[in-house]
C-alpha cells in the first residue's frame, strides 16, 4: 500500500464535501441566531437568560461528540496503525478543546445571574473540566515528543484512557446530586423543553456540527501537508547524505 | 502476510480489552464510592436519617417549600423552608438571593444547623430543574410535593418583575 | 431595540456568551484556514525544489 494512496483519496473527497459543509454552516448559523435571539420566547423561570443555553448546550454536546471521533481516531491508530486516523484525532483536538471551553465559560456566565455563582465543584461541572484537561493533554504530548509516531502513540493512549470520562459527564447529574440541572432533551421519556425553544436548539446544534465538519477537514487536509513535508524533508536529508558519502 | 494479519487481531484484541477493563473499573471504583461522597449536597431525609451534628458544616439542597418564604422584620435575614418531599428543614439566610430562588423550585445551601435544628446558611445558590418553557405554560416534568401551587407562584413571581 | 440589547435585565451575560462564542469560533476557523494555505505553499515550494535538485 502506498502511503500516500489514502490520504490523496480523502483529499478528494473532502474538496468535495466542504463548499457544501460551509454553505450549511453559513445557512444553519443565520437562522439559528434568529431563532435563538429574535423568535423563541422567554423562560418561565430565566426569563431572557435562557437564550445563552443556545450557544452553551450545542457547544457541550460538540465538547463530547469531537472527543469520541479523537477517541474513535486514536482505536484506528494504535490497532491498525492507520496514519490518517492518526492526524484525525491531531485535527480534532483543537476543535473539541474549543468546544468545550466554550462550554465552560457560557455555563458560568448563565450560572451567575441564575444560580448565584460562576463555579461550583459538582460532578457536571468537575467532568466537563476535566474533558478540557484531557484535550489540553493529548495536544501537549504531540507538541513534547520529537518522534512523531511515539508522540501519537502517546497521545492516542491518552485519548482511550480519558474515554472513561464521556458517560461521567453524561449520567454525572443522575449518579450524584449536582447544582447542575438534569438532562433536558436526552431522556427516556423525551425532551422537557417547550418546542419553541427546541428549534433554536437544533438549529444552533447542526450549526455547530456543519462548522465542525468545515475545520476538521481544513485541518485534516494541513496536517496532510504537515507530514508530506517531513516525509520530504527526510528524504532530501538522506539524499545530501548520501552524497556527501559519495563525494567524500 | 498471515503474521501481520494475526499481529492486528492481537493488537484489536490487546486494545479493546485494556479500554474496556479501564472503564470497568473507574465505573466499578465510583459506584464503590457511592453517592455520598461525590455528591455537591444532602437532602433533608439524609440530614434526618445520619443525625449529622449541630455545628457540621455540609449543603443542603432540596426544594423551597411553597409558602415558607418570609424575610425578617430587618430586611436583610430570610427564613425557608427546604422539602425532599420525605423531610423538611428549616432555613435561615442573611444574604442576596439568586434571581432563580423562588418557592416550589430547587436550591443548594451551605452552612451548619444549630442547636435548635435550624440550618444556617452562609451562601444560597438556586438549582434550576429540567424544564424550559415559555411564560404560563405547564412544565413538563415537576416535583409532585410542590406542585401545582408552586407554578402559579412561580408565574406570578415572574410577571410581577 | 434597547429593550433587546437590555435581555431583560441579563445584557452582560447573554452578549458575553455569544460574543466569547463567536469569537472563539471565527478565530479557530480562520486560523485553521491560513495555517492550510501556508502548508500548501510550502508543500509546492519543497516539491519544486526537489525537482531543481534532480
Same mark, same amino acid.
Given at each position: 500500500m502506498h502511503r500516500f494512496a489514502n490520504p490523496a483519496q480523502f483529499n478528494r473527497l473532502a474538496d468535495v464535501v466542504l463548499p457544501w459543509a460551509i454553505g450549511l454552516t453559513v445557512l444553519l448559523s443565520v437562522a439559528g441566531l434568529y431563532y435563538a435571539l429574535f423568535s423563541s420566547p422567554p423562560d418561565y423561570q430565566q426569563g431572557e437568560s435562557v437564550r445563552v443555553m443556545y450557544v452553551h448546550v450545542p457547544a457541550a454536546w460538540m465538547g463530547m461528540f469531537v472527543y469520541m471521533v479523537m477517541a474513535a481516531a486514536s482505536f484506528t491508530a494504535l490497532v491498525w496503525r492507520h496514519p490518517l486516523a492518526l492526524l484525525a484525532g491531531k485535527a480534532a483536538a483543537p476543535i473539541g478543546a474549543i468546544f468545550t471551553a466554550l462550554a465552560l465559560i457560557t455555563g458560568m456566565l448563565w450560572g %451567575?445571574? @441564575? =444560580?448565584?455563582?460562576? =463555579?461550583? =465543584?459538582d460532578g457536571r461541572l468537575t467532568s466537563v473540566l476535566v474533558q478540557f484537561f484531557l484535550y489540553l493533554g493529548y495536544m501537549a504530548l504531540w507538541q513534547a515528543m520529537e518522534d512523531e509516531e511515539k508522540a501519537g502513540r502517546a497521545a492516542s493512549i491518552l485519548a482511550l484512557v480519558g474515554v472513561v470520562n464521556i458517560p461521567i459527564i453524561k449520567f454525572s447529574v443522575d449518579w450524584w446530586s449536582t447544582l447542575h440541572q438534569p438532562?433536558?432533551? @436526552?431522556?427516556l421519556d423525551g425532551p422537557t423543553i417547550d418546542g419553541a425553544m427546541l428549534v433554536p436548539l437544533f438549529l444552533m446544534a447542526a450549526a455547530y456540527q456543519a462548522y465542525f465538519v468545515v475545520v476538521f477537514l481544513w485541518r485534516m487536509k494541513l496536517e496532510i501537508n504537515n507530514r508530506k513535508l517531513s516525509v520530504m524533508r527526510q528524504a532530501s536529508l538522506q539524499n545530501t547524505e548520501t552524497q556527501m558519502e559519495v563525494a567524500g | 502476510m498471515a503474521g501481520l494479519k494475526t499481529r492486528k487481531k492481537q493488537r484489536l484484541l490487546v486494545v479493546s480489552l485494556a479500554v474496556a477493563s479501564l472503564m470497568g473499573a473507574t465505573l466499578l471504583i465510583l459506584l464503590a464510592l457511592g453517592g455520598d461522597s461525590l455528591s455537591l449536597f444532602l437532602q433533608p431525609s439524609d440530614v434526618k436519617a445520619k443525625q449529622v451534628a449541630a455545628g457540621q458544616h455540609f449543603r443542603l439542597g432540596g426544594l423551597v417549600e411553597t409558602g415558607s418564604f418570609a424575610r425578617a422584620e430587618d430586611g436583610l435575614t430570610y427564613h425557608f423552608s427546604v422539602t425532599d418531599c420525605a423531610a423538611t428543614l428549616s432555613v435561615e439566610f442573611k444574604g442576596l438571593l439568586p434571581?432563580?430562588?423562588?418557592?416550589g423550585q430547587g436550591v443548594v445551601t451551605e452552612g451548619a444547623l444549630n442547636t435548635d435544628g435550624v440550618f444556617i446558611a452562609s451562601t444560597v445558590l438556586a438549582k434550576h430543574d429540567e424544564n424550559y418553557v415559555p411564560p404560563g405554560t405547564m412544565p %413538563?416534568?415537576?416535583?409532585?410535593?410542590?406542585h401545582p401551587d408552586a407554578q402559579a407562584a412561580a408565574d406570578a413571581a415572574y410577571s410581577g418583575r | 431595540m434597547t429593550e433587546f440589547l437590555d435581555m431583560g435585565g441579563y445584557a452582560a451575560f447573554v452578549w458575553t456568551a455569544y460574543g466569547l462564542s463567536a469569537s472563539a469560533l471565527v478565530w479557530l476557523l480562520v486560523s485553521s484556514r491560513r495555517k492550510l494555505t501556508a502548508s500548501v505553499v510550502a508543500v509546492d515550494a519543497a516539491r519544486a525544489r526537489r525537482k531543481g535538485d534532480n
Open positions: %451567575k445571574p @441564575m =444560580w448565584g455563582t460562576y =463555579w461550583v =465543584w438532562a433536558s432533551v @436526552m431522556r | 434571581d432563580l430562588f423562588r418557592e %413538563k416534568s415537576a416535583d409532585q410535593c410542590v | -
